[in-house]
């Protein structure tokens, strides 16, 4: 069995227990378009962060205010790092790990949900269930994170609510439970049914929109008053729909939400606002405040780490390079996973099972749209960014007495197979050892996966990521850090596996090429899914892995 490493009580012991009860860490998962940045926004006005929605993300130019830092990000419009917003709801803290929104994502949107704990789904209810949300989803689901789905756009015409409630459970292979019913859909969008309470909450229009929050009026369904309010007809649908609902729908189990078995579904408008203060209040009521996380000892035993009761523990799931032109630094962002951190605190630092170092974290940052904020404490939970602290991604951070060997390290961060790959090299060779020096470092960052030639390992290095932006991203940098023109070279390539078996025994098939990552492992790439499964058939002796 696990045992679990205790810090000595203290007076901040109730503290402590208090602040992570109250924190909810959470990132939303959403294809682009569905509604993300508006649904954020949202939360940020009914938290009181904004006065008006509208601000976060400025339509006309399409910049967003929470992480427009580079200058190619301003340029293009577009979130391409991830970053982190922390304000209060109803007495609950809000942490919420912004996820890139573009087409193209990268790893550092999977290891942001490493750090999440539950995440909110988006779906828009013309479109139902779309590419990257699945695999955003698979992300989660591998991991048991508890997702909740918020279907958007019902002020919209849109697909009937059980069709996508059954697209959700088929498509993802969950099931789905309603906790509350729309009242119409499109133009007809006039409310929700609260299944659990019975209540009819109805929205009503503000002359200022969506900009400012939806009034809203419970009355018990069953009263006179609901059919009033909505008409007869509305009337009768939803009775329909939640007789039918109470014979065919999954009951909803808080234990299964909690194992990522089972996804509550809401339903509303993040463009009007309706539906979206039921889902907030559900949602910080049934989220999972930070619990507890397995962990491993350097001598190889699993240990569980509890929030409150274990030491000060976190790990780095993600380095941000330059974000602003006038610091010219690195922020590496860690999430809490246990105890009380304090500016100044002593660590020990743990890298790949194997003590490092012991560091005094000195500058500590939250960020708030581009103000960096110095922090003086955070709890399990929170994300703190550390400048300049000389942490890689999947390093843990640990303040416990006793020797270094004694110490423990956060669960590694998956490494996500790449659907991207390219050669590359410097336009100019004379330039090589700065290349390979930035080819180095950004590798180490996670800003791509370098990989050999298995056969020619000197060879010119392919370079593979999750999304093709990652290459452009590397591209700038090399430029703008490095002072190498770098030239990329697109390869015919969409997917890869981790091999598993005696490499000598594998037996290529047309098309596929065997390379080495930085581990040293081999790796195969494939121009298509349909290759991979025809080569995993021509070498049934030989295991070809996802994800690592
Ligand atoms: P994303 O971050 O997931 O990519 O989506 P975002 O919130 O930017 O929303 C994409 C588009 O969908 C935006 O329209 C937004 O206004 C709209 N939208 C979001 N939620 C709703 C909703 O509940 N109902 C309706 N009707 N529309 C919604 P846009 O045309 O791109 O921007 P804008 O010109 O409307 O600002």
Known sequence: MADTPTSAPTSTAP????????????????????????????????????????????RKTGKMATSDWMTMEQERGISITASVMQFEYKDHIINVLDTPGHQD??????????????????????KGVETQTRKLFAACKLRGVPVLTFINKCDLPGRDPLELMTEVEDV????????????????????VV?????????????????????????????????????????????????EMLEIAGNPYSHEAFRRGQITPVF???ALTNFGIEPFYDAFVDMAPAPSPRQATKLDGTAVTINPITSP?????????????????????????????????????????????????LSRPQTLVARDRTTLD???????????????????????????????????????????????????????????????????????????????????DPFIAAVGRLQFEV????????????????????????????????????????????HRGKPVVLFPSEWDKSYCAKQNPQHQFIEIL
């Open 15 to 58: 503290e402590l227990a208090n602040e992570t009860a109250r924190r909810r860490t959470f990132a939303i998962i959403a294809h682009p378009d569905a509604g993300k940045t508006t649904l954020t926004e949202k939360l940020l006005l009914y938290a009181g962060m904004l006065r008006t929605a509208g601000m976060v993300k400025n």
């Open 105 to 126: 994502f990268s790893e550092d949107t999977y290891r942001t949900l490493t750090a999440a704990d539950s995440a909110i789904m988006v779906l828009d209810a013309s």
């Open 172 to 191: 993802l292979g969950i099931q789905a439970s309603a906790m509350n019913w729309p009242v119409g859909m499109g133009r007809d969008f006039v409310g």
């Open 194 to 242: 609260d299944r659990a309470s019975a209540d009819l909450i109805v929205f009503k229009k503000t002359a200022a929109g969506g900009s400012q929050r939806a009034a809203m009026e419970r009355v018990a369904l069953s009263s006179d008053q609901a059919q009033t309010l909505i008409g007869e007809e509305l009337a009768k649908k939803m009775r329909d729909d939640l």
């Open 267 to 269: 339903f509303g408008s």
């Open 312 to 360: 000060f523990s976190a790990y780095a799931f993600k380095i941000q390079a330059n974000m602003d032109p006038r610091h010219r630094d690195s922020l590496v962002f860690v999430r809490i996973c246990s105890g009380r951190f304090e500016r100044d605190i002593v660590v020990k630092h743990y890298h790949r099972g194997a003590f490092v170092r012991e560091v005094r």
């Open 377 to 459: 404490v955070a709890y399990p939970g929170d994300v703190v960014g550390l400048v300049n602290a000389g942490f890689a991604i999947g390093d843990t951070i640990l303040a416990q007495g006793g020797p270094a060997k004694d110490g423990f390290e956060h669960a590694p961060l998956p490494q996500f197979p790449p659907e991207v790959f390219a050669r590359v090299m410097p336009s100019d060779l004379t330039k090589r050892k700065s290349f390979d020096k930035g080819i180095v470092q950004l590798a180490s960052e996670g800003a791509v996966q370098v990989l050999r030639s298995w056969d020619n390992p000197m060879s």
């Open 474 to 517: 590397l591209k700038y940098r090399l430029k703008d850090e490095y002072s190498v023109e770098a030239e990329i070279n697109d390869l015919p390539y969409q997917c890869s596996s981790w091999l598993v078996g005696e490499v000598d025994q594998f037996k290529p098939t047309h098309g596929s090429y065997l390379a080495k990552d």
